[in-house]
């Protein structure tokens, strides 16, 4: 019997969540290795949005591993200085570009250097922000965030209705979007009341940020999607397509999280 692609999602779902809370529990080298993994899929899932094939393969390449350096010494502290990774890389990104425009103008594309430095910015700046936080922290954001798209994908699938935004994505509903608010609301009220130390109402507020920002981040993907006009950034999670389409949600609401318990410690 062929699966479907809910029945795929559902596996997906069940093979990866415990073997992500093992990764939470264990923290440190190995929370480390696993996000710089992701950093290093999900930038080369960007890429590929903008460059098909072979196209950029150096460029490509480069990107990833900068990428992935950057979020390695930002969680194992071989400099200290993290940062010092993305401003060597953003010297070199020029250098390169500077030595393609004087080989050939014509050749030198100034907005292939912009998407590399780009990519950087979207995925392993972002990223590693989960460093500097707790293991209730952690768990508090991937619970927004699944409950955001999980509510949302059956409320939509339910209930279907009025399109929200249909040119930047065709398949997303006003129910859809109630049901991901919804979802986030009880799940951040129930983690906020239990494992938090700050009132009922700021929880309430942060789970209705974090849902809106799951929902921008959605829909930024969506928009780069539908420009490139490809469906999914890739095939690596059966019944949910590449990397980047499981975290587009993650990649606003993080560090709208990271503001918001700056401003008021709830955690």
Request: aromatic share 14%; charged share 10%.
């Amino acid at each position: 019997m062929s699966l479907t692609s809910h029945h795929k999602r559902i596996l997906t779902a069940i093979i990866f969540l415990p073997l992500l809370a093992t990764v939470i529990y264990m923290g440190d080298l190995v929370q480390t290795l696993v996000i710089s993994l992701i950093g290093f899929l999900g930038l080369w899932e960007f890429y590929n949005l903008f460059w098909a094939g072979k196209g950029r393969i150096v460029l490509r390449l480069a990107g990833c591993l900068g990428g992935a350096l950057f979020l390695l010494d930002s969680g194992l502290g071989w400099t200290n200085n993290p940062v010092l990774f993305l401003v060597i890389f953003f010297w070199i990104t020029w250098l390169l570009f500077l030595a393609e425009y004087s080989k050939k103008k014509e050749l030198a594309e100034f907005r292939d250097y912009l998407i590399l430095i780009g990519g950087l910015s979207y995925l392993p700046l972002v990223l590693s922000l989960f460093f500097n936080l707790s293991k209730i922290e952690i768990i508090m954001v991937l619970a927004a965030t699944f409950s955001s798209d999980i509510g949302a994908y059956y409320a939509g699938l339910k209930l279907g209705g009025k399109k929200i935004w249909p040119v930047i994505s065709p398949k997303k509903t006003w129910a859809g979007s109630s049901g991901g608010l919804l979802s986030c609301l009880v799940v951040v009220l129930l983690i906020g009341l239990t494992l938090g130390h700050a009132s009922w109402p700021q929880y309430l507020v942060l789970g209705l940020i974090l849902n809106i920002a799951a929902q921008l981040g959605d829909f930024f993907q969506s928009s780069l999607k539908r420009w490139n006009n490809v469906k999914d950034t890739g095939n690596i999670l059966p019944g949910h397509g590449g990397i980047l389409d499981r975290i587009d949600s993650l990649l606003l609401l993080l560090p709208v999280y990271v503001l918001y318990n700056l401003l008021f410690q709830i955690f």
